[in-house]
T-cell receptor, first 115, second 114 residues
Framework: AAGVIQSPRHLIKEKRETATLKCYPI?????VYWYQQGPGQDPQFLIS???????DKGSIPDRFSAQQFSDYHSELNMSSLELGDSALYFC??????????????FGPGTRLTVL | AQSVAQPEDQVNVAEGNPLTVKCTYS??????LFWYVQYPNRGLQFLLK??????LVKGSYGFEAEFNKSQTSFHLKKPSALVSDSALYFC????????????FGPGTRLSVLP
């Protein structure tokens, strides 16, 4: 079965650079979530989108922005990168919004290292 | 506010023995509880969830979990552990009046010793 695809899998950037992470949800899933998992930490919710509109916002820094496109893929744009942004970034998708019962299916993550 | 506690950072169990990974939660609405497993350098894999109904939920790879409303717990169990079960386990909660994102527990590292 198709899973959530994230690219790139690994990314190395310098401080103050920008980075763009991409997420391709499972086919027919219209809701996308972004999470950040720091070293030894649990995943922290950043932001979510449903039908190309932001549906919920968590602890996403102002330096970060995200959007969902007409094909339902999503991109997380990160600017003025800081050392503390080094983390594993997960994307998850689910078939519909407002279903707290719905399972979120996670991608393999993008490991961002900021030097 | 919603929160999840996993009181054990690390659980060690011998292969073939039963295992339990503990989770307690706090939510203001009806809870929806999930277990995910994370292998090294991998994403989170869904194991099982409790929505409503039978308090004992069966999931993937022989895992099950028991929802206990009075104790606000959702412990993960498996009758006979395998070495391949060694991984990081996350309990997560959502409430029907909260939002769509998960609140995760801190994770419990399970080591199954041969």
């Amino acid at each position: 079965a198709a899973g959530v695809i994230q690219s790139p899998r690994h990314l190395i950037k310098e401080k103050r650079e920008t980075a763009t992470l991409k997420c391709y949800p499972i086919p027919r899933h219209d809701t996308v979530y972004w999470y950040q998992q720091g070293p030894g930490q649990d995943p922290q919710f950043l932001i979510s989108f449903y039908e190309k509109m932001q549906s919920d916002k968590g602890s996403i820094p102002d330096r970060f922005s995200a959007q969902q496109f007409s094909d339902y893929h999503s991109e997380l744009n990160m600017s003025s990168l800081e050392l503390g942004d080094s983390a594993l970034y997960f994307c998850a998708s689910s078939p519909r919004l407002a279903g707290a019962q719905d399972t979120q299916y996670f991608g393999p993550g993008t490991r961002l290292t900021v030097l | 506010a919603q929160s999840v506690a996993q009181p054990e950072d690390q659980v060690n169990v011998a292969e073939g023995n039963p295992l339990t990974v503990k989770c307690t939660y706090s939510v203001s609405g009806n809870p929806y509880l999930f277990w995910y497993v994370q292998y090294p350098n991998r994403g989170l894999q869904f194991l099982l969830k409790y929505i409503t109904g039978d308090n004992l939920v069966k999931g993937s790879y022989g895992f099950e979990a028991e929802f206990n409303k009075s104790q606000t717990s959702f412990h993960l169990k498996k009758p006979s552990a395998l070495v391949s079960d060694s991984a990081l386990y996350f309990c997560a909660v959502r409430a029907d009046n909260y939002g769509q994102n998960f609140v995760f527990g801190p994770g419990t590292r399970l080591s199954v010793l041969p």
